[in-house]
């Protein structure tokens, strides 16, 4: 039971995932999503320094920081209040996290594989290419079915 746990959490966080990269939003305007709205509204920059209880200037420098990509987040939300907005932020991955498991282990697999027909070409005990692509099938298997923080381990290179 409990080894199923970690495939439920992970099949839920897929779905919920999936309605954000299903939802196909707009990307975030060049100015970045303060000035757009603030402008959309109507709002001076002037009157958001008030309601963030800050100097003009800095609303221009949150405005630019987040065109910049350098905003933080709490700088972000605080922002957001002050225009009554409600700040969501998600990191969406761009296939399932149930694939990016499986191109993981694919990928481990076949670079295993390679190493070792290599040494065994080398030492001429070559085998054929099926035989060598059903092994790679079954250690991605493997891999997949041992714990996931396994694929992700950096190996030394000698």
Known sequence: MK???PQLKLRQLDIA???WRDANLPARPSSGWIKAIREGIGMTATHLAARLGVA???VTRLETS?????????SLRRAAEA?????QYSLVPRQSLAQSLEARATDLARQQMAAVSHSMALEAQSTSQET????????AEALRNGPPRNLWRVRNKP
């Open 3 to 5: 080894s199923s746990f």
């Open 17 to 19: 995932l999936n309605r």
């Open 56 to 58: 003009t200037s800095t």
């Open 66 to 74: 987040e065109a910049d990509d350098t905003i933080t987040l709490a």
């Open 83 to 87: 225009l009554n907005c409600e700040l």
């Open 132 to 139: 060598v692509e059903a092994q790679t099938r079954a250690l």
